[in-house]
Nanobody, 118 residues
Framework: QVQLVESGGGLVQAGGSLRLSCVVS????????MAWYRQTPGKQRELVAS???????NYRNSVKGRFTISRDNAKNTVYLQMNNLSPEDTAVYYC????????????WGQGTQVTVSS
């Protein structure tokens, strides 16, 4: 069974940076796209960034130029470098494995809380 363990969240002032990590257990990591999502209370989980198995990234418009997604297949880990954070980035961040249709396919992990103060 694939398991996801996110870490790296915390409290940071606006303009600051954080680096999130997600370790994926299981052999499907290197052959699948990966993605970071985020969710705030009362709202649906939204896609923040994804990265194909070959390394091509995609970002939601609001984080372009500020966030960078990357992956290390040898470590079964996907990262999200977040720079110039704003209070609007406050959320619980989750990672997931994607199928060929771009749909998350594993059970959600516990996520990691990111809080940006103004």
């Amino acid at each position: 069974q694939v398991q996801l363990v996110e870490s790296g969240g915390g409290l940071v002032q606006a303009g600051g940076s954080l680096r999130l990590s997600c370790v994926v257990s299981g052999s499907i990591f290197s052959s699948n796209a990966m993605a970071w999502y985020r969710q705030t209370p009362g709202k649906q989980r939204e896609l923040v960034a994804s990265i194909a198995s070959g390394g091509r990234p995609n970002y939601r418009n609001s984080v372009k130029g500020r966030f960078t997604i990357s992956r290390d297949n040898a470590k079964n880990t996907v990262y999200l470098q977040m720079n110039n954070l704003s209070p609007e980035d406050t959320a619980v961040y989750y990672c997931n494995v994607l199928n060929r249709l771009g749909t998350p396919i594993t059970s959600w992990g516990q996520g990691t809380q990111v809080t940006v103060s103004s």
